[in-house]
Nanobody, 119 residues
């Protein structure tokens, strides 16, 4: 069984920064890609950023230039550095991993961490 555990959310003023972390734990798994999604009240969950095993990254247009996703393979951990935060970044942020475990590829999700940006 693989688990994703997130940390680093909180309350910050507009223009501030936060760093989210997500660590995958378990045994006998291989991660193909890890990413962050977010869901604001009344809205659908949306992709924020993703990083694949080779290091390529992709970002939502709304966060380009402000957010940076990175990964520490040895620790099976992904980070999201969020700078110049805006009130519209307020949402629950979810970690996602596309990984091989139990003889198949599956999507795994973290429990979510709240990010609130005050104006």
């Amino acid at each position: 069984q693989v688990q994703l555990v997130e940390s680093g959310g909180g309350l910050v003023q507009a223009g501030g920064s936060l760093r989210l972390s997500c660590a995958a734990s378990g045994s006998d798994f291989y991660i193909r890609a890890m990413g962050w999604y977010r869901q604001a009240p009344g809205k659908q969950r949306e992709l924020v950023a993703v990083i694949i095993s080779g290091g390529s990254t992709n970002y939502a247009d709304s966060v380009k230039g402000r957010f940076t996703i990175s990964r520490e393979n040895a620790k099976n951990t992904v980070y999201l550095q969020m700078n110049s935060l805006k009130p519209e970044d307020t949402a629950v942020y979810y970690c996602n991993a596309d990984l091989w475990a139990g003889h198949r590829w599956s999507d795994y999700w973290g429990q979510g961490t709240q990010v609130t940006v005050s104006s």
